[in-house]
């Protein structure tokens, strides 16, 4: 609930060793092997998402049963697009305040590949007041994760959530559904997020059908998708933005590459991949249950019953284990939207870099160190821009 458990967690490794017990049948790996055991094996013997960990939306239909996504580069760069346009007025008083740039694109983004249409947070130059509802949404989940890992309690604690809170994370929902359902009254020509939830058709009653996913499952979804499509894609944007800014000598080495004729990146990627690793942009819990008579991590005996996880953050770079990097997670349960997000990081990173002449901004180093809920609680990021002379885009 203080927002430092990423902090604590680490605090407690060091103190203890790889393998740490955090509550009665709970346990935390440091990454490395810890990271195959858990999240890459598939069949019987794998280890399962732990679902009170992973607190079910309203409706209590379970989310993220979902398909694989595609790139989809032309709807992607037509908001890229904009991101710069926009870019270019608001740079004209020097100081810009990036990070809501970043989310103004990346949530519209996942609005029109989800909805079909767009939040309109580029046209408007704000964030729409139902994306600020979700970050409220989140805080209540967070209260309702820990409320859940005390079960004989959680009638007494329950009553200590506000009940604002709880409520936000309901309207958070309906208003998703009914985005959905305005998405499903549009049809399935489109090729976005929606149709391939419902490219084997559209089941009223969940759990009738196998094969066809029901309207409530594609409500969870999508309530769901909203946010791990959106704000992770722009907190990585935000804090390697601020990471260029700090380091100019990496700066300056990564807008020659970008500012090249060639279109081959590879100090782009690994800025990108650097920034995941320092700065992962989702350090919520990632708990797993053992199968039936427990299973080895890491050469410890994980106990049925008790759950295990691995921290994901891991500030050290020397003597670096880069296997033990695992921004997206892994294995059958890791991030689905890899693929489109690290398209849309590059893509802005790129274009920003471009087009722009960045340089840090008043506030100095505090930026980077923030709570944490589910997500970092960003704080307002502010840079100067200078745009260049290029008729290239
Ligand atoms: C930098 C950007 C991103 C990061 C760091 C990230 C990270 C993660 C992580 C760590 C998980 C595992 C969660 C768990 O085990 O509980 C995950 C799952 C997932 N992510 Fe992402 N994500 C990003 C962007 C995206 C995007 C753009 C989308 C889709 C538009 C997306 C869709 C999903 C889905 C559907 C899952 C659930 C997969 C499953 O449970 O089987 N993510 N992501």
Redo the contacts with the bound molecule.
């Keep these: 609930l203080s927002g430092r458990s990423h902090l604590r967690m680490l605090e407690l490794h060091k103190q203890y060793g790889p393998v740490v017990r955090i509550g009665p049948n709970r346990l935390t790996f440091f990454p490395g092997q810890s990271l195959k055991d858990i999240?890459n094996r598939t069949g019987p013997r794998s280890f399962k998402?732990n679902r009170p960990y992973?607190m079910p939306p309203p409706n209590n239909v379970d989310h993220?049963v979902?398909e694989g996504?595609k790139t989809q580069e032309a709807l992607v760069t037509q908001y890229v697009d904009a991101f710069i346009q926009g870019l270019s007025a608001a740079s004209q008083k020097g100081l810009v305040e990036i990070s809501a740039w970043f989310n103004y694109t990346t949530f519209d983004i996942?609005g029109d590949?989800m909805f079909g249409d767009s939040f309109g947070c580029l046209r408007n130059n704000k964030l729409h007041p139902w994306i600020q509802l979700m970050f409220s949404a989140i805080k209540a989940l967070v209260f309702l994760g820990v409320v859940k890992q005390f079960p004989t309690l959680d009638w007494l604690l329950m009553k200590l959530v506000p009940k604002s809170i709880l409520q936000k994370g309901v309207d958070h929902f309906n208003l998703s559904a009914e985005k959905v359902d305005m998405r499903i009254a549009m049809g399935n020509e489109k090729n976005d997020?929606m149709s391939g939830m419902l490219k084997n058709g559209l089941s009223e009653k969940h759990g009738q059908h196998r094969g066809i996913m029901s309207r409530a499952e594609i409500h969870s979804n999508s309530y769901?998708?909203i946010i791990?499509?959106?704000e992770?894609?722009a907190?990585?944007l935000s804090e390697i933005t601020y990471y260029l800014c700090k380091y100019p000598a990496i700066r300056q080495r990564l807008v020659a590459e970008v500012r090249s004729q060639s279109s081959d990146l590879p100090f782009l990627h690994a800025v990108i991949q650097e920034g995941?690793r320092i700065y992962?942009?989702?350090v919520?819990t990632?708990s797993r249950l053992p199968p039936p008579g427990g299973e080895a991590v890491d050469g410890y005996f994980v106990p049925e019953g008790v759950s295990a996880l691995v921290q994901?953050l891991d500030p050290r770079f020397l003597k670096d284990k880069l296997d033990a990097v695992e921004?997206?997670?892994t294995g059958?349960?890791?991030?689905?939207?890899?693929i489109?997000?690290y398209a849309?990081?590059r893509l802005i990173l790129a274009k920003l870099l471009f087009h722009f002449d960045i340089s840090p901004g008043p506030e100095g180093d505090g930026w980077i160190d923030q709570d944490v809920y589910y997500l970092w609680a960003k704080p307002p990021l502010m840079i100067y821009m200078i745009k260049r002379e290029t008729t290239a885009t």
């Design positions: 999240y998402k992973y993220l979902g996504l996942t590949l997020l769901i998708l791990a499509g959106s992770t894609s907190t990585a995941l992962p942009p989702f919520g990632l994901i921004p997206f997670s059958p349960r890791g991030c689905l939207g890899k489109l997000a849309e990081i």
